[in-house]
T-cell receptor
Framework: AQSVTQPDIHITVSEGASLELRCNYS??????LFWYVQSPGQGLQLLLK??????LVQGIKGFEAEFKRSQSSFNLRKPSVHWSDAAEYFC??????????FGSGTRLSIRP | NAGVTQTPKFQVLKTGQSMTLQCAQDMNHNSMYWYRQDPGMGLRLIYY???????DKGEVPNGYNVSRLNKREFSLRLESAAPSQTSVYFC???????????????FGSGTQLSVL
């Protein structure tokens, strides 16, 4: 069965520090991989996605993610976080014209 | 361009009552989805419709039914509501064009449902 695991429920980092959010998946084939962000009281916004090709993908707001096939991982990174990055982050996997499964999310808090 | 429209935004039900959540998209998308979001559990897929005329179960389909009425509309029905179905429900759609934008999910604003 397909699954997505985000092992960190809540992470707190200082403003200006680097960030890495972890995501591991289980799927029959290499799926499409996504990171979405949800700010408090808001809908979900797509940060970035991986379909094929270069395993390091760049997204909006200075985020990037690296696909590692051997580890079934798609970790999200940002070199320097801003207070406005405080939100909940969701990793998702899917294939063309089929289901898209989300992880349970990681809540990010920023320490001033 | 309205995108994905969900109704109602809020609903309170008593245990055993039934209701239908409506979802419509005006982007000519092929696939549509229903998710529920609960604290600490992320978004869980209830049902999806890969294309007009097809529906499939997701991760948590029990207690729900869906209808893909046409390409635009995808409704979610609770036949006999239970307190465990208290949640925020999101409808989403995507075009399935094999482009970066085609694989992006477009979400409705959500329905907050309480079952007492």
């Amino acid at each position: 069965a397909q699954s997505v695991t985000q092992p960190d429920i809540h992470i707190t980092v200082s403003e200006g520090a680097s960030l890495e959010l972890r995501c591991n998946y289980s799927y029959g084939a290499t799926p499409y991989l996504f990171w979405y962000v949800q700010s408090p009281g808001q809908g979900l916004q797509l940060l970035l996605k991986y379909f094929s090709g270069d395993t390091l993908v760049q997204g909006i707001k200075g985020f990037e993610a690296e696909f590692k096939r051997s580890q079934s991982s798609f970790n999200l990174r940002k070199p320097s976080v801003h207070w406005s990055d405080a939100a909940e982050y969701f990793c998702a996997v899917g294939v063309w014209a089929s289901k898209i499964i989300f992880g349970s999310g990681t809540r990010l808090s920023i320490r001033p | 361009n309205a995108g994905v429209t969900q109704t109602p935004k809020f609903q309170v039900l008593k245990t055993g009552q039934s209701m239908t959540l409506q979802c419509a998209q005006d982007m000519n998308h092929n696939s549509m989805y229903w998710y529920r979001q609960d604290p600490g559990m992320g978004l869980r897929l209830i049902y999806y419709s890969a294309s007009e005329g097809t529906t499939d179960k997701g991760e948590v389909p029990n207690g729900y039914n869906v209808s893909r009425l046409n390409k635009r509309e995808f409704s979610l029905r609770l036949e006999s509501a239970a307190p465990s179905q208290t949640s925020v429900y999101f409808c989403a759609s995507r075009s399935n064009q094999e482009t970066v934008e085609g694989e992006k999910l477009f979400f409705g604003s959500g329905t907050q449902l309480s079952v007492l």
